[in-house]
């Protein structure tokens, strides 16, 4: 059974810094990898898709890799910012179906 | 566009009550699906749709149905509500299940007493 694994479950942090979460998952035949952000008491907002062909994306500050031999995805976000304070979620896609598998998140507060 | 949208947003049902939990988005995706997210459960797909007319079964579908008649709506029942089934429910669609992200509704909290 797939399984995705999501390390550290909780990053507190000052303002500014870079920082890297991490994404792993037990099965490499996959067609897509997502990356959500989820603040408290609200639904999941897409930040990065990457697709099995591509090894990474970038959006603004971030920018997520994926690596399927090694079973690893990591999503850097740079100069961190209090609005960056919130939860955030990988998601395996390994079916042309739209399913997804969510790791249970990294909960990440960054400190003005 | 408003995109997905779920109603009611807070539900209380006592057990073996039914009710269905709506969903619905405007951006003409054919991929919608069913989560329920639980403290230290995750997020788990309960049922998925990849067009109008076809469904099938996500990780934990015992005591849900759904159907999909239009592109639009995409309705989850809960047949005989239980207390497990006590949870936070998010609906999502996209344009297809590969190159698209998808998006997510706000979410329906239900709690079942």
């Known amino acids: 059974k797939q399984e995705v694994t999501q390390i550290p479950a909780a990053l507190s942090v000052p303002e500014g810094e870079n920082l890297v979460l991490n994404c792993s998952f037990t099965?490499?035949?996959?067609?897509?990898l997502q990356w959500f952000r989820q603040d408290p008491g609200k639904g999941l907002t897409s930040l990065l898709l990457i697709q099995s062909s591509q090894r990474e994306q970038t959006s603004g500050r971030l920018n997520a890799s994926l690596d399927k031999s090694s079973g690893r995805s990591t999503l850097y976000i740079a100069a961190s910012q209090p609005g960056d304070s919130a939860t955030y979620l990988c998601?395996?896609?390994?079916?042309?179906?739209?399913?997804?598998?969510f790791g249970q998140g990294t909960t990440l507060q960054v400190k003005p | 566009n408003a995109g997905v949208t779920q109603t009611p947003k807070f539900q209380v049902l006592k057990t073996g009550q039914s009710m269905t939990l709506q969903c619905a988005q405007d951006m003409n995706h054919e991929y919608m699906s069913w989560y329920r997210q639980d403290p230290g459960m995750g997020l788990r797909l309960i049922h998925y749709?990849?067009?109008?007319?076809?469904?099938d079964q996500g990780e934990v579908p015992n005591g849900y149905n759904v159907s999909r008649s239009t592109t639009e709506d995409f309705p989850l029942r809960l047949l005989s509500a239980a207390p497990s089934q006590t949870s936070v429910y998010f609906c999502?669609?996209?344009?297809?299940?590969?190159?698209?992200?998808?998006?997510f509704g706000p979410g329906t909290r239900l709690t079942v007493t």
């Open positions: 998601a395996w896609g390994g079916s042309n179906t739209g399913k997804l598998i």
């Open positions: 999502a669609s996209s344009l297809d299940g590969v190159s698209y992200e998808q998006y």
């Open positions: 099965d490499s035949a996959i067609y897509n």
């Open positions: 749709s990849v067009g109008a007319g076809i469904t």
